[in-house]
């Protein structure tokens, strides 16, 4: 299983993801990680949108860049950072984008989840407003000192013991969800965590609604940086069209002294 201790990643299994722009990474030896719930009946609705604002942690706007995945992944952490330690910490996208773009050995104007998570593993997180976020991306921007140490701060501050759970691996030129990942992805929300989902634009799934008059059944409820603003897509979109799931987890709060504790992932 791949955990974050300490905002320190311990890579233990596979490396997958999404992007909303730029080329396919190649596949990854391995299989992702799941998490199973007790086969219990699924409530017909789940609605996270004013847990999300009332942590602080209201949707983001990515403008006009491609970095859909990054604000996904940030927002993931920041929830589930948030739900552990009650302090709602905005981490800076900016900075995460440049990290996975060195994971990826290239900068990029957004990236897949995998080099997110990869990138954040070696380089850390830090505050959005030590590296605010640019309307245009910049190949040559790099970090400030001061960034790179508020990163390694956070690092150093963390209480949190934070777990990447994968339901759907990317797996190249592949679409859609199985049954079981399908109730998965429900399952996860129902136990009050947001998902994020990676398709051509990714988003995070912040509940759902059943609704038989909507194609596939339903909806979900989404977080979508390109749109600023919750939004929703239907059971049918995410079965069809969801290329990887993952989901972030808060376990126990670790001894330590820290005002500012914030995720790095994986």
Not at 13 to 21: D, I, P, Q
Not at 204 to 224: H, I, K, N, S
Request: proline share 7%; net charge negative.
């Amino acid at each position: 299983m791949p955990v974050i201790i300490l905002m320190r990643l311990v890579v233990l299994g596979v490396l997958v993801a999404s992007s909303c722009r730029g080329s396919s990474p190649s596949p990854r030896a391995g299989s992702g990680d799941s998490f199973h719930s007790p086969a219990v009946a699924l409530p017909v609705s789940v609605d996270l949108r004013q847990t999300l604002v009332d942590l602080g942690l209201s949707p983001r706007a990515q403008g006009a860049r491609g970095t859909c995945s990054i604000f996904t992944t940030c927002s993931a952490i920041e929830f589930a950072h948030a739900r552990q330690t009650g302090q709602p910490v905005r981490l800076s996208p900016e900075f995460m984008n440049w990290a996975a773009g060195q994971a990826a050995g290239h900068p990029s104007d957004g990236n897949f989840f995998h080099n997110a998570l990869a990138g954040l593993a070696q380089y850390g997180v830090c505050r959005e407003s030590a590296m605010p976020y640019e309307p245009a991306f910049d190949a040559t921007r790099r970090p400030t000192p001061e960034a790179r140490a508020d990163a390694d701060a956070l690092h150093k501050q963390s209480l949190g013991t934070l777990v990447v759970h994968w339901i759907v691996p990317w797996q190249p030129d592949h679409f859609g969800v199985s049954d079981e990942q399908f109730a998965e992805i429900r399952r996860v929300l129902a136990s009050g965590y947001p998902v994020a989902a990676g398709s051509g634009h990714s988003r995070l799934l912040v509940g759902y609604r059943v609704d038989q008059a909507q194609p596939g059944g339903g909806v979900f409820y989404t977080e979508d940086s390109a749109l600023h603003r919750f939004d929703e897509v239907t059971f049918e979109f995410v079965r069809s069209q969801v290329a990887d799931v993952f989901w972030v987890e808060a376990t126990a709060v670790l001894p330590g002294d820290g005002t500012q504790s914030d995720p790095r992932t994986r």
